[in-house]
């Protein structure tokens, strides 16, 4: 297997693979697949799942019950699926090393990445199923979540570990009439979303004697907004923690924020579609009204104000994925990138990284060793 990154597995993820439906054995450091070879083990299935999730290594050369013939180490070689932590790889596959992953880089073992790059590298999606048993993505994702009985468990362990539709298209949703629904072109957000806020503007600008005042008011607004965007990303689309541990939960999880950790380069489901925009936004109207219901001008003006800092906070976060930008954004896009390869349960603020670092949640960059 020259050439291809294998990733890392922590031993209970192993020891998790223990049935006939997915069974993962080790051998020292190195993880194997025996699922498609349980029924043609000569002596039974049932001697391997005796072994399923655990080292076999002693079993193999063990000369009272069974010593095994070079054939079956050359099944196991063809069953390989990846590395424990801490592994060597490098006499695996000429390629590999430190933890498994390829030109000498260090892999981050929960999302299978060493660096930014790692993102727009093509998954290889047969080989992809069959080591994690997740998601097929030659075939629509949203029924596989909702019929494939994944615990939480599994599901964010897999849904934070990213993945790359090939040639950088968009993997299928729903594989129907309602595919174009789900996709967003960038360009969409401002056509859609800056006319209305222009003419909220022009409506509660009668009720200001002084276009400073509602200038203030409007730049209150956009300050609430980036904590809204904290909030929202750390607490709705990270709902980690509290997801409820049943399909609704997890299906909802994933077409909210799921997807995205999970095919974090496709460019069209980077941006927010507008009907679900819609009924994120008409709490808000409703909240912005009832915090200044002594004037109705105000109210507008500062949700106005909200209203763009989503608009800068969509087209930002699609160009921190893939565009080049000025220097400052560079850090910024690092930064953002970093939440998705190496600590997705920090690093929350798009824009600005102010809230990050006020409630604590901040990246602190790991240094990637390289030999």
Known sequence: MPGRTLPTFTAAQVASHNS??????????????????????????????????????????????????????????????????????????????????????EVNPRTGMSSEEDLSKDTDIANDFKTHKFLDL?????????????????????????RHYRGGASAPLFGNFLEPLSKTPWWLIPIVWVPPVLYGLYLSSEGFDSKITQALWWVSGLAIWTLLEYILHRFLFHLDEWLPDNRVGLTTHFLLHGIHHYLPMDKYRLVMPPTLFVALATPFWKLAH??????????????????????????????????????????????????????YQNGFGVTSRFWDTVFGTELQPRVIKTQ
Not at 23 to 38: A, E, H, Q, S
Not at 138 to 153: A, D, I, N, R
Not at 315 to 327: A, I
Request: net charge negative; aromatic share 16%.
């Open 20 to 105: 006939a439906k997915s069974c993962y054995v080790t051998v020292g450091r190195k993880v194997y697949d025996v699922t498609d070879f349980l029924d043609a083990h000569p002596g039974g299935s049932d001697l391997v799942l005796e072994y399923a999730g655990k080292d076999v290594e002693d079993i193999l050369k063990d000369e009272a019950s069974h010593a095994h013939s070079e054939a079956a180490y050359e099944v196991l070689d063809d069953s390989l699926v990846g590395f424990l932590d801490g592994t060597n790889g490098a006499a695996a596959n000429g390629k590999a090393t430190a933890n498994g992953a390829a030109n000498g880089k």
């Open 290 to 343: 009832t915090l200044f219901y002594w004037d109705w001008s105000v109210a507008t003006t500062v949700y106005c104000g909200g209203i763009f800092g989503y608009i800068c906070y969509d087209l930002t976060h699609y160009f921190l994925h893939h565009q080049n930008l000025p220097l400052w954004y560079k850090q910024l896009k690092k930064y953002h990138l970093e939440h998705h390869f190496l600590d």
């Open 138 to 162: 030659s075939k629509p994702l949203l029924m596989q979540v909702w019929y494939g009985g994944f615990s939480k468990e599994f599901y964010l362990e897999q849904v934070h570990r990213p």
